[in-house]
């Protein structure tokens, strides 16, 4: 659990660190595009060069973005395994009378599976490399034009942003319940499936009874500091473009206008 990477921040001083957290989410979204418009497995190699290029700029370890898929790899495995089983083709590979494993699976099995690794290790460049301040300011000020139709912007980008950065803290309260009920004798390794599920319980109680009394220190805190909302809130850091920002978005759009391109011709 402490080597899930979701919702933390590695503090730099790189140049993907110092894009303005905007500029960060209209690339995410960008590239979350240049992802799906994919047709061929060939294909995703633009959208991992890009991802490759972000890595090398923002100057994070790849040990990060392996980490980050640590919680959906029993996905890639059931998703990897379903597509040979249910996929069809002519290529055929193995005959085994009840079932066929041709090249057309093993590719589809492959494609999917890789697609869902790079919009993985993308999002979590988006997280790894802006703070959850900078995050909720980015959030906020993109869905500001929405405050004409009355949408709490504010407020909700307030609640992502705490709703992601709980997920490290809550992941470290859940490994120290668990060590705590292993020193008392607690088994959570031995017995089938349904006995290891109910030896789950001991943690997920305590760690439920734990969100909540941090949920409330929040609130009383925040209440405490005279937070309500975010009608006439002023900021320290004021978020502003920069040149290279416009870089940044046009060599994004650039990647996505290959894609296109190639999706055109080939």
Request: with cysteine.
């Amino acid at each position: 659990m402490r080597d899930i990477t979701l919702g933390q921040f590695v503090a730099g001083n790189s140049v993907i660190h110092r894009l303005d957290p905007r500029t960060k989410i209209g690339m995410m979204i960008l590239y979350i595009a240049m992802t799906f418009l994919v047709k061929k497995i060939w294909f995703l190699s633009i959208p991992f060069a890009y991802l490759i290029i972000e890595l090398i700029l923002s100057g994070i370890s790849l040990r990060y973005i392996l980490n980050s898929l640590k919680p959906v790899r029993f996905l890639l495995i059931l998703m990897f395994i379903l597509n040979l089983f249910f996929t069809k083709g002519e290529d055929v590979w193995l005959d085994l009378g009840f079932w066929k494993l041709t090249g057309e699976a093993f590719l589809q099995s492959c494609f999917l599976t890789l697609r869902i690794i790079l919009l993985v290790a993308g999002a979590s460049m988006l997280t790894l490399t802006t703070s959850p301040i900078a995050l909720t300011d980015g959030l906020e000020k993109l869905l500001s034009p929405l405050k004409v139709f009355h949408f709490p912007a504010h407020e909700l980008a307030m609640m992502m942003t705490i709703a992601l950065r709980f997920v490290p803290t809550l992941m470290d309260e859940s490994d120290k319940i668990r060590n705590a009920q292993m020193s008392r004798g607690a088994d959570f390794e031995s017995g089938n499936i349904f006995k290891r599920g109910k030896s789950m319980i001991p943690i997920l109680i305590p760690l439920f009874v734990s969100s909540f009394r941090k949920a409330d220190e929040l609130a009383i805190a925040m209440e405490s500091r005279c937070y309500h909302g975010g009608e006439g809130r002023t900021r320290m850091h004021q978020l502003k473009f920069r040149l290279i920002d416009l870089y940044a978005i046009l060599i994004t759009l650039a990647f996505l206008a290959a894609m296109i391109v190639t999706l055109i011709l080939l």
